[in-house]
């Protein structure tokens, strides 16, 4: 019993967690928008440079010319982010910095990065040579910066850290929601629906948090930066399509091949045209973003269909309230990720942050809800096959346990009766009848409890049976309950004297039929030791 309270504490604490983690993750955001919302003393010299002109070179490449000329100590690098462009950096006809190494076979491209070009007050003209790796950057224009190296990198570093948080708590968040699967789906039949979900956020957080500052400027992994971030991506659609079929219960088979069959068929033909160097991922990034698009549109739908069908459950609400957010997120991050630069996601990962959250804190809570009725559900089991008095199984307990009993070999059965209970409720009353039969059934569970379970089967009759494989001396044990009865007369001050017959049975294949027959066997010799007692 203490064990099952344990249990239900547990889960029952469950639901207050989700809370907690909600609260906790609102506040980190918070600190995190607070605390990074200080300048540097050197951001003060930042600023923007624009080159005084620009050449196109026949390779498709451009040349930036600069002019350092009014620029002194205070100015030690030239900062600009570049999206799958190689970099060369001049000075004198001298090369000062160069951003072109490769991912090899992984990628054609050197990815995206911030570059900083060292810079002093000896220089007095420079050019940087930007050359497109693709043909969908090639119209990108870099915005250039000129200030101090070391506080620049912390300007980015410090205006990141709350997306990078939001998007580390996404990938935290997933992770979490497949732990609490793998430990809770048995015990509670948990549906797929939170997998889904798990992996939903697991792979948008880590697309969003290959698209802060931080790890752009951290992480120089080409495996990191072309490879998996965009694997995640398209994974992400049919997570995000199979999780809202089951959540808002649409259950459209045609739906779920089409979507993990297309997934599919859009991860085989863009790695081969990656690897093949047809194109690569950040070419045809446009057909993952579709789909992210129609999947978007699906759930549109799927709300839809709910509302027409006036199933306005609260899940149908979650999504109708999410939707909205979600829609105008990823269609930002769309706009943002053409025509921005570099990490110019403003909004969208708060609000999956918020959306999947939310959403898991629901199913969660459900979850729990499920547990308490569970429960509650075990404790009505249990107050229908225990005695009130005692605390012992009570008669219903026992027939179920007798319906139930197959494997006879061994099984022993233990029957006891209290002597002159009548007599004691008409001498002293009932309140000292209801003591005599409770002080019976103490004995008799703590000397027969720890070998098997033991029932009150009548007004002043137990029984215990014990199953096969306990070792048990029954001589031994019913000379120990008899003592304990002697003793509690002896010295438990009662009013009454206490007197018990008891007798046990082993079950025999030749002499008992079934289970009721070993326990009649046991209840005859009981009645043979009370005629005994009286003689």
């Not at 009014?70 to 001298?94: L, M």
């Not at 050359?131 to 119209?139: I, M, N, S």
């Not at 969003?208 to 998996?228: M, P, W």
């Not at 003793?487 to 007798?503: K, M, Y």
């Amino acid at each position: 019993m203490e064990h099952k309270s344990r249990k239900a504490s547990l889960f029952s604490s469950m639901e207050h967690l989700n809370i907690v983690f909600i609260v906790a993750c609102t506040i980190v955001m918070a600190v995190c928008y607070l605390l990074t919302n200080n300048t540097y003393a050197d951001s003060s010299y930042t600023q923007e440079i624009e080159p005084y002109t620009v050449a196109v070179l026949d390779d498709g490449s451009k040349e930036y010319f600069f002019d350092l000329s009014d620029y002194d100590y205070h100015y030690s690098a030239i900062r600009f982010y570049t999206t799958h462009q190689i970099v060369h950096a001049y000075h004198g006809g001298r090369e000062i910095f160069a951003f072109d190494k490769t991912g090899g076979v992984w990628s054609s491209s050197p990815g995206s990065s911030y570059n900083f070009v060292d810079i002093n007050e000896q220089m007095l003209k420079m050019a940087i040579v930007i050359k497109p790796v693709y043909d969908v950057v090639e119209d990108y224009e870099p915005t250039f910066y000129i200030g101090s190296a070391y506080a620049m990198y912390d300007e980015l570093m410090v205006a990141s850290m709350p997306k990078f948080v939001a998007s580390l708590l996404l990938v935290m968040l997933g992770a979490g929601l497949i732990v609490y699967f793998a430990l809770m789906h048995s015990k509670l039949m948990l549906d797929k629906q939170m997998v889904f979900l798990a992996y939903f956020s697991l792979f948008s957080g880590i697309w969003f948090v290959n698209e802060t500052d931080v790890i752009n400027l951290l992480v120089r992994n080409k495996i990191f930066d072309s490879i998996i971030p965009y694997y995640c991506l398209m994974l992400v659609v049919p997570c995000f399509v199979l999780f809202f079929d089951n959540y808002l219960k649409m259950n459209n088979r045609i739906v779920k091949v089409i979507t993990v069959s297309a997934s599919a068929a859009q991860i085989i033909v863009l790695s081969y045209l990656h690897f093949s160097g047809i194109a690569e991922y950040r070419e045809t990034l446009i057909i993952p973003q579709f789909f992210i698009v129609l999947a978007m549109l699906y759930m549109v739908v799927c709300i839809g269909v709910q509302l027409v069908k006036k199933h306005k459950s609260n899940n149908v609400f979650i999504c109708a309230i999410s939707v909205v957010l979600l829609l105008a997120a990823i269609i930002a991050d769309i706009v943002f990720y053409y025509t921005g630069v570099g990490d110019a996601d403003t909004f969208g990962r708060y609000i999956f942050l918020f959306f999947i959250a939310l959403v898991a804190w629901d199913m969660i809570k459900g979850a729990n809800e499920m547990i308490e009725k569970g429960r509650r559900a075990k404790q009505l089991e249990v107050f229908a096959l225990t005695d009130s008095m005692t605390g012992l199984f009570n008669r219903n307990a026992f027939e179920t346990h007798a319906k139930a009993e197959n494997m006879l070999d061994g099984v022993v059965a233990v029957v006891a009766d209290a002597n002159g209970l009548k007599k004691c409720n008409d001498t002293y009353g009932h309140e000292a009848g209801d003591l005599y039969i409770t002080t019976v059934a103490d004995i008799f569970s703590s000397v027969y409890g720890k070998y098997g379970n033991c029932y009150r089967i009548g007004g002043d009759e137990f029984c215990c049976i014990i199953p096969n494989g306990k070792e048990v001396n029954r001589e031994r044990l019913k000379k120990l309950f008899l003592t304990k009865i002697y003793t509690a007369n002896l010295e438990g001050g009662h009013l009454f004297n206490i007197g018990v017959a008891i007798g046990d049975a082993i079950y025999d294949s030749e002499i008992d039929v079934d289970f009721r027959a070993l326990v009649k066997r046991a209840d005859a010799l009981m009645y043979q030791n009370k005629k005994e007692s009286k003689m």
